[in-house]
């Protein structure tokens, strides 16, 4: 994450409005005293001399003249006033010189006065967070960077500069659950938390390496910006905590295909392989098919001559051998043999059917419940009947709970109208290159 390398002060004094210090002369008495009331600052008469030496240094042609004496008096055990008109003149003076060293201490001289505006506390906090950034003082970073947005300071990214301070000192739950806090206040405003902010921190969740951050927050991107590559993310990492098996990881592509998460030809591979094992005839030729006029599968691909031309033959003696309905499966038929049919009903979009076959595989003694109510909803969703997918789904527990969980989830954002993201704000300052 990069820090703004430098600072243009005189957008910073534009935008934070540094008091401009007038030189006190003996005779500008009455100039003095006036600029003393409108600050409510009251300079010391030790320290007048001091500063008219100073900015009578600034006005030469080599300011830089100033620069010891504005040290000097920096080091000096200043009253609150005198340290904040120290540190205006420190930050002034090194914005002319383009000294950033100088404008630091000109900065943390205003902060610990005490005396530095309300108007001034949010950028000066950032600042100075920006500063300690840059010299890699994480903690002291992540200080002031806090202490600006907290004061409602939200430019030059200060949320991801925040958030980063806690992964540059090896504390990834720490910088995820800033981030969680981060995101929750943008969303609870008027627009919503910009897609790069879930990015930012999926990447820092999927690099501590813990499969649990990496599957929350793949999750919360899917859920807030729901697509192809976000959802194939989600479903990525949940496939990387959980132990499934073949008919679950069947399932598993199944709603890859319906959020468009299917997005390489490994992807196609995997499911018409899968599909294939179980004999599962049209869903082989139907994602396969699909993958080709995708063009993720190419026409002279393997998979096209080893499983789609293969499955292609089949289909029509196989599907004119199904029963149509459960009562015309010959003998009782145990629960796993009504879902398999209703696995290869589901292949050849006879959703009616396959939610009948499901059901009656329910009704059988041993029936493996969320097998079932996984391919109801399935079946439903593929049907369009979103309302009946979602029911069926929240019968789901067990490990196949994460993925009925992730249905339910994008059967919501099916519904809901796209919301506004927020745009980050401009950076005021010229960024690190």
């Known amino acids: 994450m990069r820090f703004l390398s430098h600072f243009s002060m005189a957008v910073a004094l534009a935008t934070a409005g540094t008091l401009a210090v007038t030189a006190l002369p003996q005779d500008a008495q009455a100039a003095k005293k006036k600029k003393e009331k409108d ?21 030469t042609e080599t300011p830089a003249t100033a620069k010891p004496l504005v040290e000097a008096l920096l080091a000096e055990p200043l009253a ?4 904040f008109v120290a540190g205006q003149l420190a930050i002034q003076l090194g914005g002319t010189l383009k000294d950033t060293a100088l404008q630091e201490k000109g900065i943390l001289a205003s902060l610990d ?16 967070g920006n500063f300690a950034y840059g010299a890699e003082r994480w903690a002291d970073a992540a200080k002031y960077f806090q202490a600006a947005y907290d004061l409602g300071y939200r430019a030059n990214n200060i949320e991801p500069l925040l958030a980063e301070t806690y992964f540059k000192r090896n504390m990834p739950a720490e910088g995820l659950a800033k981030w969680d806090t981060i995101i929750s206040d943008a969303n609870a405003s008027t627009t919503k938390a910009p897609e790069a902010w879930y990015r930012l921190a999926r990447d820092r969740a999927l690099a501590s390496k813990d499969k649990n951050l990496y599957a929350t927050w793949a999750t919360k991107w899917a859920d807030a910006y729901p697509s192809g590559d976000s959802w194939g993310d989600a479903i990525a990492a949940s496939r990387w905590t959980a132990q499934a098996d073949s008919t679950q990881n069947l399932e598993v592509l199944r709603f890859m295909k319906a959020t468009d ?16 094992r179980k004999n599962l005839f049209g869903e082989v030729v139907a994602v396969l098919t699909e993958g080709k006029q995708k063009g993720i599968v190419s026409a002279n691909s393997p998979l096209v001559t080893e499983l789609l031309a293969p499955a292609e033959r089949q289909v029509s003696a196989d599907r004119a051998s199904l029963p149509a309905q459960p009562s015309a499966v010959r003998g009782s038929g145990s629960s796993s043999v009504m879902m398999n049919f209703a696995d290869v009903w589901l292949g050849y979009k006879g959703y009616d059917k396959a939610v009948a ?28 009947d979103m309302a009946a997918a979602k029911q069926a789904f929240a019968k789901v527990s067990g490990t ?4 009925a969980a992730m249905w339910q989830t994008w059967i919501e954002q099916q519904a809901a109208p796209a919301p506004v993201a927020a745009t980050p704000a401009p950076a005021t300052a010229e960024p690190a290159t």
């Open 261 to 276: 998460a299917l997005k390489t030809t490994r992807d196609y591979k995997e499911f018409a392989e899968e599909a294939q």
């Open 357 to 384: 076959f499901y059901e009656a595989g329910l009704s059988k003694p041993g029936a493996d419940m969320n097998r079932g109510y996984v391919g109801i909803g399935t079946a439903h969703a593929y049907a369009g």
């Open 400 to 403: 196949r709970a994460p993925l």
């Open 113 to 128: 006065s005490g005396k530095t505006s309300g108007e001034q506390l949010p950028a000066f906090n950032f600042f100075a």
């Open 80 to 83: 609150a006033d005198d340290r």
């Open 39 to 59: 600050s409510g600052l009251k300079i010391s008469k030790e320290v007048q001399p001091k500063v008219a030496a100073i900015q009578a240094a600034m006005a």
